[in-house]
Structures are given as structure tokens and as C-alpha cells.
């Protein structure tokens, strides 16, 4: 066991291997009786894991509601899983405070889980999907090719992210081997590009 400020860090081994960070005990052992085929033996266990003990019907009903609304997606990058359960962790205890509030007389019924989750991210989106659409819409506005029809312009096409058609031709790779993908395209041919480059490439072929 280790502790730095109110932090222990703690490895311990019984039927398995087990590692422990907590906030909620000291860096010490404790004793509790186990059973065995010979009768109860008394056990030497860090404090840690006796706290867990104690309370972890409360940590498997905070992890069974968590799994309802995940953030994120999966990923082989540690910091990004870390950084979708921080975030999960934060609107769950929210969402559990939200409902420990005291209600006026009167007032209207609490939000549910769900409705808890939209209602945070309605919030999220406001004031910063429109700007954000307008700086867009900026930079690739009048974007048209010469020797085109002017319905060729570069804009942010609906749908997901798709792999850009000039860069898959040329097989161009970038970080983690994979080819860029983009949500910009060109209006009329519904062809996902890049960039500029490849923009006005795929619209030379054509001519």
C-alpha cells in the first residue's frame, strides 16, 4: 500500500489479484472472518477493500446506471476511455445530487434519468452549435472550381464522416494508417473532399 495526501493506492491478493485507489480509507489493515471448509479464520485485509465490501452494492448500482447512457465510443486509447468515464461518473453523480434536492410544494416532478441526460445535453449545445456552423459555412463558402457550374461548392455535407475520394484514390494514409475522412464535400456530386486540393483535383478529372 501507498498513500500520497489523501489518496491510497492498494495491491492485495486473496482468491485474485485486486488493485484499489480510494479516498475513503487509510492505508491499513483491517480484519474480518472468512469462512473456510475448517470454520470461520480471521483474515488481515486492507481497509480499502473492507470499505468495498461494505458498500459495493452501492458501486454496482452506480455502475449498472452508468452503462444506461455511455458516453463516447470505444477506443484503444487509454486516455480517452478514462476521459468518457470521468465524464460518465460526473453526470451520473449529478444526476444522483439532482435527485437528493429538496422539492417546493407544488413544483413540477423531477426529471428522470433520460431526461436528466438530454436536458444536459441541450444545454451543451446551446450557444455554440450556431457559431461554430457559421465559421464553417464561412470558410468554405463561394469555394467553386474554374470551368465548373457554379452548384460545385465545397460544404459540409449531412451524414456522418466519410473517407475523402481523392485520398483513397491515391491512397494517402495519415496518422494510425488510416486514410483522412471528412464531412465537407462537394455540393451537387455528393462526393466527400478533404480539402480545397482535392477538391478542385476530383473536379479537374471530371472535366
Not at 467553386?144 to 457554379?150: F, I, L, M, N, Q
Not at 464522416?161 to 496518422?175: E, F, N, P
Amino acid at each position: 500500500m501507498k498513500q500520497i495526501g489523501n489518496l491510497v493506492a492498494c495491491w492485495w491478493r486473496d482468491k485474485r489479484a485486486i488493485s484499489m485507489l480510494s479516498t475513503n480509507a487509510s492505508p491499513e489493515m483491517g480484519t474480518a472472518q472468512c469462512r473456510t471448509k475448517d470454520g470461520p479464520v480471521e483474515k488481515h485485509i486492507p481497509e480499502s477493500v473492507l470499505v468495498y465490501n461494505a458498500n459495493m452494492g452501492g458501486v454496482d448500482r452506480h455502475d449498472q446506471l452508468r452503462s444506461y447512457y455511455p458516453i463516447g465510443s470505444k477506443s484503444h486509447k487509454w486516455w480517452r476511455c478514462c476521459l468518457w468515464f470521468l465524464l460518465e461518473v460526473a453526470a451520473l453523480n449529478a444526476y444522483i445530487l439532482y435527485q437528493q434536492m429538496p422539492r417546493l410544494p407544488g413544483a413540477p416532478k423531477p426529471l428522470v434519468h433520460f431526461q436528466f441526460h438530454l436536458q444536459i445535453a441541450k444545454s451543451l449545445m446551446k450557444g455554440s452549435s450556431r457559431k461554430r456552423n457559421y465559421r464553417e459555412a464561412t470558410a468554405v463558402a463561394g469555394l467553386a472550381v474554374e470551368g465548373t457550374s457554379v452548384e460545385h461548392q465545397r460544404v459540409r455535407l449531412a451524414g456522418r464522416k466519410k473517407q475523402c475520394y481523392m485520398c483513397k484514390q491515391k491512397d494517402v494514409r495519415i496518422a494510425s494508417n488510416k486514410r483522412p475522412e471528412t464531412v465537407f464535400g462537394c455540393s451537387l456530386c455528393n462526393t466527400h473532399l478533404c480539402d480545397e486540393l482535392c477538391f478542385n483535383q476530383f473536379h479537374a478529372k471530371l472535366n
